[in-house]
């Protein structure tokens, strides 16, 4: 049951300073540990940014997208929005609208199909959306 066209929603995109803050939503039904992410890619305005310019924010620590793995006592919950952030020299001012794609890879743990390996929800989406 993937729900990717609710992981970006109208107020997802925030300037900040040096960059952007993507609110994502979780792609799934119900909460899961932050380690069961395994991979989040993100574009902005057509052009993919690389991985490890990437960090995540859940409540006030923040993460290269690399250590998410090892987040096991981490949990994300449904009503929380992990913030994927996007460095940029030139923040697009309050107003603008941007073309954001997020895609992410979820491990799901309860789910092991053989030793070692789980289903992985795969979900995408984007959306143009105006920056608060």
């Known amino acids: 049951m993937a729900t ?23 792609p799934w039904y119900r909460s899961l540990w932050l380690s069961s992410v395994s991979d989040i890619a993100v574009t902005v ?28 006592e981490t949990l994300w919950f449904l009503q929380d929005r992990l913030v994927v952030v996007v ?5 697009p001012a309050a107003g603008d609208r941007v073309d954001v794609e997020v895609s992410m890879a979820i491990r799901l743990p309860y789910m092991q ?20």
């Open 4 to 26: 990717d066209d609710t992981i970006l929603t109208e107020d997802s995109l925030r300037s900040r300073p040096g960059g952007l803050g993507i609110a994502v939503k979780i």
């Open 45 to 72: 305005d057509g052009v993919s940014v690389p991985r490890d310019e990437l960090r995540a924010e859940l409540g006030d620590r923040s993460y290269r997208i690399a250590e998410l793995a090892e987040q096991s």
């Open 87 to 91: 460095p940029r020299d030139e923040p």
């Open 113 to 132: 199909i053989a030793p070692g390996t789980y289903v992985t929800n795969h979900a995408t989406n984007r959306r143009a959306l105006a920056v608060h």
